[in-house]
């Protein structure tokens, strides 16, 4: 996969901008924070409308074949504009664990399903501070789930889960219906991520993976569904960026513009440096899709990704002052926005463990 | 046992004869409105008991007791949580100046009382929409009026001014002048005709700050606390005095033990996160800056208490404590992994990552921005030059907004 966007790339880009910037509403978005188990539905009717829910998947279950490079441009668009419900990451974590399993009905079950938007999906990995714990206190056993996930992202509202069970001591990747779940509400300080504690208490559920394969496999899932996240995190400190280059153009002190000072000046051009290295590195991991070198390439999208977002969420609200701390102005959006994804599928520890881990393997690209 | 150890030990067990009363256990729960009442509550009990106004003249309703005694005091007071928020900016600039510039010395003595038990709260009102950092940019104006003023304008973010009586206000007096010139500073009775307050929403969704707008205010000349023109020295004094009341080197977020109990209660990879070399060293680096802070506020403390001038050090305090605050309270939040996202808004500050990180932005603005302290630091202590500010000399009513 090239590293050059072609036209029908760019026009994605360009069209998704286009499109959330018309229907994002700084309003409602505050709003969501306020309330538990409420998501932005605009955006995500807005999503199925335009077959973002489909991008990614393969056309024999309705997806339209076109890959993370696709996904991860609409996914910087949803970052910029802080868009409200997860399922764009986790619906396509979800579908990819399921696509690449081994049960077929899970298949024919939920992929069309997913891939239309009808049905939405969350992967529930993490276990407290573990985001993918090498021996899973959730059970899988008689083809039934047992146990409990914490704060799993999009848990309040999706159809489906892909979740990392025990089996019989080893770890195991299932899928399963939440309708006959428990979900307890987590309130958090991203409620438009929808956390949920999943509850199973012998529910019935699809074995994809087991072993070394379900490791291999989760793995996978998480790296890919890190690539679409550094991509939502990249759009989220670029809209920061230039938020803070507009105002420091903006706002007087001392008689002159405070752009026209160093340390604001420097802040946002060390900002940029920060975007465009994680940009870059998205844009090579999306490239490396399925190739020996993708872990690596997912762990540096992650880890510079996550430091942009975060680093911008800082900055642009300390160029901002008074004013940047305040409710109404919603940077805070951008800053919880960026915690949240910063956490979800494992932290900066996780990561530079991982990325480390596959540097000794020494098969790294 | 040092008579500061002694003082210690009696102020220890004052406060944990009231701590079930007024402590973080009791305030859970309560409304802004209720804890503020059990606040006002707790300000009576400390003063009944001798320990408000600590290091101010007994003349005023203070103890005469030194600096030394007021940080140990403090210092053993953050343990327990109480309710002494709302009177944080009162105590700590407004009334100390009206002390120092109030001619009307009676008048100012009942203020300093009923502020010292709690019944009255002063705001700090300097900050404009056109001037914060560049506080000498503001725009409120007063004009004479027979033998008094009138004053028309809007301050902003002033702090508690919602519950405030009265405030200290730096104005305009004269737009002809360069623009630090033309300032005179004033008290000014809160719930005065004219005086609007409008709380403003924070991030962290608490609305402790305020619009504030003046119309048509009537001054008194008796109320004004500095030459007519030579405000912005008053107004320097008082900054001057907001910096020495930074001495939490924890940057006013939660203690670095929190961080290494959390470390220790956390697994990272199979192991407690306390053996992970990142996490040490995280904890090391923070624990060595912050000693420093605190060894430089005992400094600063002993050097007062010995009448010598403390060096400007002091002024590292908040410039260092609140930026590790707010990325020891990220990596806080990281180590919690999942179970970070649970958040309760009313959580304490300092005994939860959650809100310490979400409020921390606040602190890095609040009582002079960082960069604005940087440059103190860089023109003030160390003589670099100053920036170019073409603003410079110009008549206010001469510079383009
Ligand atoms: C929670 C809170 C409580 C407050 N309480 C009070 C109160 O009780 N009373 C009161 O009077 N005020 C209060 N303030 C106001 C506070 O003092 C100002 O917000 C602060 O001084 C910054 O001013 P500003 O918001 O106008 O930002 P601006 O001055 O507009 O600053 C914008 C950015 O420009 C930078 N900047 C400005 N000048 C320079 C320069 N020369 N060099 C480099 N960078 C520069 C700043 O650092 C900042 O990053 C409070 C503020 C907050 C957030």
């Known amino acids: ?365 | 046992m040092s008579d500061l150890d002694a003082y210690r030990d009696k102020a220890r067990k004052w406060l944990e004869s009231v701590a079930p009363e007024f402590g973080r256990d009791a305030r859970r729960g309560l409304s802004v409105e209720e804890d503020l009442a059990l606040g006002r509550r707790y300000q009576r009990a400390k003063y009944d008991a001798g320990y408000t106004g600590i290091n101010w003249p007994v003349e005023v309703g203070g103890q005469g007791l030194g600096h030394l005694e007021k940080i140990t005091f403090d210092g053993e007071e953050m343990q327990f949580g109480m309710p002494n928020v709302y009177f944080g900016i009162s105590l700590g600039m407004p009334v100390p100046i009206l002390i120092r510039f109030c001619e009307d010395k009676p008048w100012m003595k009942e203020r300093v009382i009923a502020a010292l038990k709690g019944e009255e709260i002063w705001c700090q009102l300097f900050s404009e929409p056109s001037g914060g950092s560049d506080l000498a940019a503001l725009r409120t104006r007063a004009e004479t009026d027979g033998n008094g003023w009138r004053m028309s304008g809007q301050k902003v973010w002033t702090s508690w001014a919602q519950y405030c009586d009265y405030g200290v206000i730096v104005v305009r007096t004269d737009p002809t002048v360069p623009k630090h010139k033309g300032l005179t500073y004033f008290w000014v009775d809160m719930k005065a005709p004219g005086v609007e307050v409008r709380p403003i929403k924070l991030a962290g969704g608490d609305s402790h700050v305020n619009e504030v707008f003046f119309d048509d205010v009537r001054l008194e000349d008796s109320q004004r606390m500095s030459p007519v023109g030579g405000g912005f020295g008053v107004a320097l004094t008082t900054l001057m005095i907001e910096r020495y009341v930074a001495t939490d080197s924890a940057g006013f977020g939660p203690h670095l033990d929190l961080f290494v109990e959390t470390a220790q209660d956390i697994d990272l990879n199979g192991r407690p996160a306390i053996e992970d070399g990142r996490i040490r060293s995280a904890i090391a680096r923070n624990h060595a800056m912050r000693a420093g802070l605190d060894s430089i506020t005992r400094r600063a403390m002993l050097m007062m208490q010995a009448g010598m001038q403390p060096g400007p050090e002091g002024s590292l305090q908040k410039l260092v404590a609140v930026r590790s605050r707010q990325k020891l309270s990220e990596l806080g939040l990281d180590l919690q992994g999942n179970e970070a996202f649970a958040f309760d808004p009313h959580a304490f500050v300092k005994e939860d990552w959650g809100t310490s990180w979400l409020n921390a932005p606040t602190g890095r603005i609040a009582g002079g921005s960082d960069e604005v302290l940087l440059n103190t630091i860089a023109e003030k202590i160390l003589g670099l030059p100053q920036d170019h500010r073409p603003d410079k000399g110009v008549p206010f009513n001469q510079i383009p907004a």
């Open chain 1, 1 to 365: 996969m090239s590293i050059l966007y072609d036209e029908g790339q760019q026009a994605i880009a360009t069209e998704s901008r286009r499109v959330l910037d018309a229907r994002t509403d700084k309003a409602r978005l505050l709003g969501l924070l306020e309330q538990v188990g409420e998501f932005d539905e605009t955006f995500w009717n807005t999503a199925i409308e335009q077959g973002w829910t489909a991008l990614a998947l393969p056309e024999a279950y309705g997806g339209l074949n076109l890959s993370l490079v696709e996904l991860g441009l609409v996914a910087q668009a949803t970052g910029a504009a802080t868009a409200g419900a997860p399922f764009l990451n986790t619906s396509y974590g979800a579908a990819m664990a399921i696509l690449h399993g081994s049960d077929d009905s899970a298949k024919s079950d939920w992929l069309p399903r997913l891939a239309s938007g009808d049905a939405t999906g969350c992967v529930a990995f993490a276990e407290g501070s573990s985001p993918l714990p090498p021996k899973p206190a959730i059970t899988f056993d008689g083809m039934m789930l047992t146990g409990r996930k914490p704060a799993v992202p999009g848990g309040l509202k999706a159809d489906m889960a892909v979740v990392w069970a025990s089996l019989g001591g080893r770890p195991a990747l299932v899928a399963v219906a939440l309708a006959e779940a428990k979900r307890e509400p987590v309130s958090s300080f991203d409620n438009a991520r929808l956390y949920a504690d999943l509850v199973f208490d012998k529910t019935p559920a699809q074995l994809l993976a087991q072993g070394d394969d379900a490791l291999v496999l989760a793995r996978d899932v998480l790296a890919r569904m890190a690539v679409v996240t550094a991509h939502e995190q990249v759009g989220g400190a670029e809209a920061l960026l230039f938020i803070a280059r507009d105002y420091a153009n903006e706002r007087k002190a001392f008689g002159q513009p405070i752009g026209a000072f160093q340390s604001i000046k420097h802040r946002i051009a060390e900002l940029y440096g920060l975007v465009e290295i994680a940009r870059a590195n998205c844009i090579h991991a999306a490239a490396q899709e399925g190739q020996p070198g993708f872990a690596v390439a997912a762990a540096d999208a992650r880890l510079s990704a996550t430091e942009a977002y975060d680093t911008a969420a800082r900055d642009c609200i300390q160029i901002h002052g008074g004013i940047g701390v305040t409710w109404e102005t919603g940077l805070h959006l951008h800053m919880r926005r960026a915690r949240s994804l910063a956490i979800e599928q494992g932290n900066t520890l996780f990561w530079e463990d991982w990325l480390v881990d596959e540097l000794l393997k020494g098969d790294a690209a």
